[in-house]
């Protein structure tokens, strides 16, 4: 997997946050669901990219590349 994947599933988190609040606002249903399934994704985002970025061996010109 790689890093640029990781922000790719975080970002995916933060429009289903953003989702799932206008869902919780409207009182439509599901929206601590999908306000879960966000939170879920956000932190895999943020710990697979800290992964690959404490495991890359260029740790300083990681995010230059």
């Given amino acids: ?6 922000l790719y ?5 933060l ?4 989702i799932g609040a206008w869902l919780k606002i409207t009182h439509f ?3 601590n669901a999908v ?3 966000a939170f879920l994704l956000e ?4 710990i697979t990219f800290v992964y690959k970025l404490l495991r890359d061996p ?3 010109d990681f ?3």
Wanted: a positive charge.
């Fill in 29 to 31: 249903g599901n929206g």
């Fill in 63 to 65: 995010l230059n590349r």
């Fill in 43 to 46: 932190v895999t985002g943020v």
């Fill in 15 to 18: 429009l289903l946050h953003i």
């Fill in 35 to 37: 306000l879960s399934i």
């Fill in 58 to 60: 260029n740790f300083k």
């Fill in 9 to 13: 599933i975080f970002i995916a988190g």
């Fill in 1 to 6: 997997l790689k890093a640029k994947y990781a």
